[in-house]
């Protein structure tokens, strides 16, 4: 079985080659531009977080959800694309 943090690493990389695969940037939405600082940016908003709150695995998904979120779905401007 895989460590967690090399699961929660490939799940980061699968988020991005959907983002800049279906969320390509038009005239309306020329602001969905995904490269590769969006993956540092989620692993590092893990690898910054309070270590007495990263004991529980479960709390380190939760913040891969949070961070994955804030990076590429903040973006997003309607439902549909959400």
């Not at 690493?9 to 969006?38: C, G, W």
């Not at 913040?63 to 804030?70: A, C, D, G, P, S």
Request: aromatic share 8%; glycine share 2%.
């Amino acid at each position: 079985m895989k460590k967690l943090e090399n699961r929660l690493v490939q799940a980061t990389q699968d988020t991005y080659k959907v983002a800049i695969e279906f969320m390509r940037p038009t005239p309306t939405k020329s602001h969905y531009l995904f490269n590769l600082r969006d993956i540092s940016k989620v692993i590092m908003g893990i690898c910054l977080a309070d270590k007495d709150l990263t004991q529980k695995q479960e709390n380190i998904v939760r913040l891969w959800v949070h961070e994955t979120l804030r990076v590429f779905s903040d973006r997003l401007v309607d439902e549909p694309d959400r």
